[in-house]
């Protein structure tokens, strides 16, 4: 009998789900959640009371495009976590909760968090 190997999109959802149960964005402190394909990687803080987005930032938005330009995906996530953070401090955001959707903590699920902690967003 062979041994059937789950799909990693489908581990990596559970493990997302699982940590949701925990991880929950509040109006004084609301989840900074990333998400990444191959390409590209976007953040978002999230009031999970009203299910609102407070503040997005993404390395397909145009003036995230000129920054990071001829750089790697790593450097890329650096600077998305930077832009995140300073639109969430025009917000008045200062704390947040990290939800990095049931990716390791590691590459560039980690560069982002440097990035937004670099910035003053603390968590």
């Known amino acids: 009998v062979m041994i059937k190997k ?3 999109q489908v581990q990596r959802k559970k493990r997302s789900l699982r940590v949701r149960k925990v991880v929950f964005g509040t109006a004084e402190r609301p989840r900074l959640c990333v998400h990444k394909t191959l390409s590209h990687i976007y ?3 999230i009031n999970d009371d009203k299910g609102i987005t407070l503040a997005s930032a993404s390395t397909v938005q145009k003036d995230v495009i000129e920054l990071i330009k001829g ?6 996530a650096f600077i998305v976590g930077q832009c995140v ?3 969430a401090k025009k917000k008045g955001i200062k704390t947040v909760v990290y939800d990095r959707a049931g990716n390791l903590y590691t590459g560039r699920v980690k560069a982002m968090a440097e990035g937004a902690r670099d ?5």
Do not use: C, S, Y
């Open 71 to 76: 750089k790697t995906k790593t450097e890329a």
């Open 43 to 45: 953040a978002q803080v």
């Open 119 to 123: 910035a003053g967003l603390q968590f």
């Open 85 to 87: 953070a300073k639109a």
């Open 6 to 8: 789950e799909n990693k």
